[in-house]
């Protein structure tokens, strides 16, 4: 099983605020670099959220969709 970084997490936090300074460093102003880092790291699927992962975090029982 290999686990990969989700939003929110350390090393996705570590890995944007990389991004971050890549981004300010190659000219985009710094109010700019945060959404540039954040968009970079939503295009690749390893470091996207794969969802909630226990029932609860489907939400309540009669709001959930009936396939997922």
Request: hydrophobic content about 25%; cysteine-free.
């Amino acid at each position: 099983m290999i686990v990969v970084p989700e939003p929110g997490s350390k090393k996705y936090d570590t890995r944007r605020a990389r991004l971050r300074k890549d981004a300010e460093r190659a000219g985009v102003s710094d109010q700019d670099a945060n959404a540039v880092a954040n968009e970079s790291l939503q295009e690749d699927e390893r470091w996207r959220s794969r969802g909630p992962k226990t029932e609860r975090g489907r939400g309540p029982k009669g709001e959930r969709p009936e396939n997922a």
